[in-house]
């Protein structure tokens, strides 16, 4: 019974309510970066064009 309370305690402590909105956060924040990656990259392209000396 005790290795089952201390897993019980482990459990309680994670507090996956909290960690879950944390990681949804998270989750939001990389879809933000990854979309003004992708512009920034597009950007970038475009400015870029016709300057290599190939």
């Known amino acids: 019974m005790d290795n089952f309370s ?3 305690l482990t ?8 960690l879950q909105k ?3 956060a ?3 924040e990389l879809v933000e970066n990854q979309k003004e990656s992708v512009v920034g990259r597009k950007a ?5 064009k016709g300057t290599c000396s190939h």
């Open 6 to 8: 201390g897993a019980l």
């Open 22 to 24: 944390t990681l949804d």
């Open 11 to 18: 459990w309680k402590n994670i507090n996956f309510s909290e």
């Open 26 to 28: 998270q989750g939001i």
């Open 44 to 48: 970038l392209a475009d400015r870029t």
